[in-house]
C-alpha cells in the first residue's frame, strides 16, 4: 500500500484481492480499480481466494462477494479473518438484506457494499477502511498508554492487553475501541461512532457499529454477555465504563 498524489488529494493505492464469480461483474470491478491505480488480483471462486492467501502475497484489503459457489463469502469470511487478524475485508451483497449483512459482519467483515457496486462508493470505502489501519487515533486527547482494571490500552504501539495478554483486533475493532476509551464515561451515538470509525454519511447504518461492538466484546471482555467495558446504553448508543 502507498500513497498517490492526485493535486491536492492524497488517495490509499493497495493491492486489492477480489473474490467474485460473475465474470462481467469481476472484470467491471477490476478495471473500476485500476483505474484509481490499484493492483488487482481477481479469484473467481472462494477455494481460488484462499489459494491466493496461502500463496504468502498478502494483498492490503480484501473485496468479497457473499453468493459465492462452493465455499460461500460466509466461510471464506470467517477463515480469513481466523488466520490473518488485521485484513481487511469488504463484503459484496447482491441485496440489502439485514440477515445477510449482518451475518456478514458477524464472520469478520469490516464493511459491506451493497450490488450493483459504485465504483465511487467502493473506493470511498476502500480508502475509509485503509485508513483504519494507518495508525490513526481518536481526535480527542488521551494518555499514551491506559489501564482499565485489566486491560490495557497502548495509544501509541496500538496494542491491546487483557490480563497482561496481547489482544489481537482487526482495525476496525481497534479504532472503535480507542474512540470509545478516548471518553470514558460519556455516551456516543450509533451516528457518532459510525461516522468516526466508518467514515459513512449514511446514518442508517447501525448494523456496522452493533456487529463490531459484538466481536470487541468477545475479546476483550471476560463476559461478553455482562459487559463491563464496552457497555450498552439502551435508546442512545455506548459508553467506555471500566471498573
Given at each position: 500500500?502507498?500513497?498517490?498524489?492526485r493535486?491536492?488529494?492524497?488517495?490509499?493505492?493497495?493491492h486489492?484481492?477480489?473474490?467474485?464469480?460473475?465474470?462481467?461483474v469481476?472484470?467491471?470491478m477490476?478495471?473500476a480499480?485500476?483505474r484509481?491505480?490499484?493492483q488487482?488480483?481477481?479469484?473467481?471462486?472462494?477455494?481460488?481466494?484462499?489459494q491466493?492467501?496461502?500463496t504468502?502475497?498478502?494483498?492490503?484489503?480484501v473485496?468479497?462477494?457473499?453468493?459465492?459457489?462452493?465455499?460461500?463469502?460466509?466461510?471464506?469470511?470467517r477463515?480469513?479473518?481466523?488466520?490473518?487478524?488485521?485484513?481487511p475485508?469488504i463484503?459484496?451483497?447482491?441485496?440489502?438484506?439485514?440477515?445477510?449483512?449482518?451475518?456478514?459482519?458477524?464472520?469478520g467483515a469490516?464493511?459491506?457494499?451493497?450490488?450493483?457496486?459504485?465504483p465511487r462508493v467502493?473506493?470511498?470505502?476502500?480508502s475509509?477502511v485503509?485508513?483504519?489501519?494507518?495508525?490513526t487515533?481518536?481526535?480527542?486527547?488521551?494518555?499514551?498508554?491506559?489501564?482499565?482494571?485489566?486491560?490495557?490500552?497502548?495509544?501509541?504501539?496500538?496494542?491491546?492487553?487483557?490480563?497482561?495478554?496481547p489482544?489481537?483486533?482487526?482495525?476496525?475493532e481497534?479504532k472503535?475501541?480507542?474512540?470509545?476509551?478516548?471518553?470514558?464515561?460519556?455516551?456516543?451515538?450509533r451516528?457518532?461512532?459510525?461516522r468516526?470509525?466508518?467514515?459513512?454519511?449514511?446514518l442508517?447504518?447501525?448494523?456496522?457499529?452493533?456487529?463490531c461492538?459484538?466481536?470487541?466484546?468477545?475479546?476483550?471482555?471476560?463476559?461478553?454477555?455482562?459487559?463491563?467495558?464496552?457497555?450498552?446504553?439502551r435508546g442512545?448508543?455506548?459508553?467506555?465504563?471500566?471498573?
Amino acid at each position: 500500500m502507498h500513497l498517490l498524489l492526485r493535486g491536492p488529494i492524497i488517495t490509499l493505492v493497495a493491492h486489492v484481492l477480489l473474490i467474485e464469480d460473475d465474470p462481467a461483474v469481476r472484470e467491471g470491478m477490476r478495471l473500476a480499480l485500476g483505474r484509481n491505480q490499484h493492483q488487482v488480483s481477481a479469484a473467481d471462486s472462494g477455494e481460488v481466494g484462499l489459494q491466493l492467501l496461502a500463496t504468502g502475497d498478502l494483498p492490503d484489503i480484501v473485496v468479497l462477494d457473499l453468493m459465492l459457489p462452493g465455499i460461500n463469502g460466509f466461510e471464506v469470511c470467517r477463515r480469513v479473518r481466523s488466520t490473518y487478524d488485521d485484513l481487511p475485508i469488504i463484503m459484496l451483497t447482491a441485496r440489502s438484506d439485514d440477515f445477510d449483512i449482518v451475518a456478514g459482519l458477524e464472520a469478520g467483515a469490516d464493511d459491506y457494499v451493497v450490488k450493483p457496486v459504485e465504483p465511487r462508493v467502493l473506493e470511498a470505502r476502500i480508502s475509509a477502511v485503509l485508513r483504519r489501519g494507518g495508525g490513526t487515533q481518536p481526535a480527542k486527547p488521551a494518555a499514551n498508554d491506559s489501564q482499565y482494571g485489566g486491560l490495557e490500552i497502548d495509544r501509541m504501539a496500538l496494542t491491546v492487553r487483557r490480563g497482561g495478554t496481547p489482544v489481537s483486533l482487526t482495525p476496525t475493532e481497534l479504532k472503535l475501541l480507542l474512540e470509545l476509551s478516548s471518553s470514558p464515561g460519556q455516551v456516543l451515538s450509533r451516528e457518532q461512532l459510525l461516522r468516526a470509525v466508518w467514515e459513512h454519511d449514511y446514518l442508517g447504518d447501525s448494523r456496522l457499529v452493533d456487529a463490531c461492538v459484538q466481536r470487541l466484546r468477545a475479546k476483550i471482555e471476560t463476559d461478553p454477555a455482562k459487559p463491563v467495558y464496552v457497555q450498552t446504553v439502551r435508546g442512545f448508543g455506548y459508553r467506555f465504563g471500566p471498573v
